[in-house]
């Protein structure tokens, strides 16, 4: 069991929005949209789970939130200015050189305050205490994505973007890490926007599910189910069962 160290995030949670937000690639055959005129608002401490075909849009979408692309047209607003953002890959992207502590160092090369306590509190926060001078490659794959949870949980972010980030991962691993990942989400105040493929894994994890496809958001979908979720509940089978219905009425 996880739980929350009050000397373990101050900041809390923004919420986001995004107004009219368009992105077009240039390619060899002229001009590619990938999508046009998003409008969507995202409440401060949410669990928005962005769900889509390969293709359609997720990860460009997400790389828009986090600034690494510029949209084509429109913009992204947050309720607190110049917010922290933290990010999770469906890589760790560990360095392979350096340890699990330096690991977590290396995003705090502009903090003045940084100290080996800090990354060593976030890597007890992930169940990584007999890990702390282990290096990536003598690591699980499950364990590195920990790593790479702790790491971006340690720069305190308003808002948290996860791209895939248990795709690589057994199932086994990934239930553990679904479960883990929805304690820290309860036990912090973090904006989470997690980017998947997978209908089941956006219904355990989420408030919101927003679907999209052909160039839009298709589908905004409210999750009502209790937590703690179970994939074999009958309330959570149906729910699935239409969720994927309407995920597939977009090619």
Known sequence: M??????????????????????????????????????????????????????????????????????????????????????????????PWESCVKNIEYVHENNPEYTDDIAKKYLDMVGLSDHYNKYPNGLSGGQRQRVGIARAFSIDPEVLLMDEPFSNLDEITAEELREELVELWSNFD??????????TEAIQLSDRILMIGGGEIYGDIEIPIERPRTVDNDEFIEFQREAIQKFRSVE
């Open 2 to 95: 996880m739980e929350h160290n009050s000397e373990l995030g101050t900041r809390g949670a923004a919420g986001v929005t995004m107004h009219s937000l368009s992105k077009a690639f240039e390619v060899d055959e002229g001009t590619e949209t990938v999508f046009e005129e998003i409008n969507i608002n995202i409440e401060p401490g949410s669990f928005v789970s962005l769900v889509g075909r390969s293709g359609s849009g997720k990860s460009t979408l997400l790389n828009i939130l986090s600034g690494i692309l510029e949209p084509t047209t429109g913009r992204v607003s947050y309720t607190v200015d110049d917010p922290e953002i933290g990010h999770v890959f469906q890589s760790p992207r560990l360095l």
């Open 190 to 199: 973090k904006t989470i926007i997690f980017v998947t493929h997978n209908i």
